[in-house]
Nanobody, 122 residues
Framework: VQLQASGGGSVQPGESLRLSCKAS????????MGWYRQAPGKARELVATWTRTATTDITKYADSVKGRFTISRDKSNNAVYLQMESLKPEDTAVYSC??????????????WGKGTLVTVSS
């Protein structure tokens, strides 16, 4: 399974960006897709995740991005998006896409894509 992320860049405070991540390969079911970020000198942190359940999808956000970021899922394309609004300098980080994918041959496995850099600066 490969995860291809895109959409990073440099913006000014208050502007918006949209990150995309598409999963490809041997996929039976995607259980979780989401985004983590790592700022210089800091530990990696969860930004937002989408989780598939038997009844409804669950989204989760870091407190620092609630109300500004929105995660959405395109199930037909095995993709997840992160719409980021009102960006702040503290959002500057490398954003990485992750997915927990189930296949009959391997069971549930976590995968990570290459990060995409988001820089928010005036």
């Amino acid at each position: 399974v490969q995860l291809q992320a895109s959409g990073g860049g440099s913006v000014q405070p208050g502007e918006s960006l949209r990150l995309s991540c598409k999963a490809s390969g041997d996929i039976t079911i995607i259980n979780v897709m989401g985004w983590y970020r790592q700022a210089p000198g800091k530990a990696r942190e969860l930004v937002a995740t989408w989780t598939r359940t038997a009844t409804t999808d669950i989204t989760k956000y870091a407190d620092s991005v609630k109300g500004r970021f929105t995660i959405s899922r395109d199930k037909s394309n095995n993709a997840v998006y992160l719409q980021m609004e009102s960006l702040k300098p503290e959002d500057t980080a490398v954003y990485s896409c992750t997915a927990n994918v189930y296949t009959y041959s391997r069971g549930s496995v976590d995968y990570w894509g290459k990060g995409t850099l988001v820089t928010v600066s005036s």
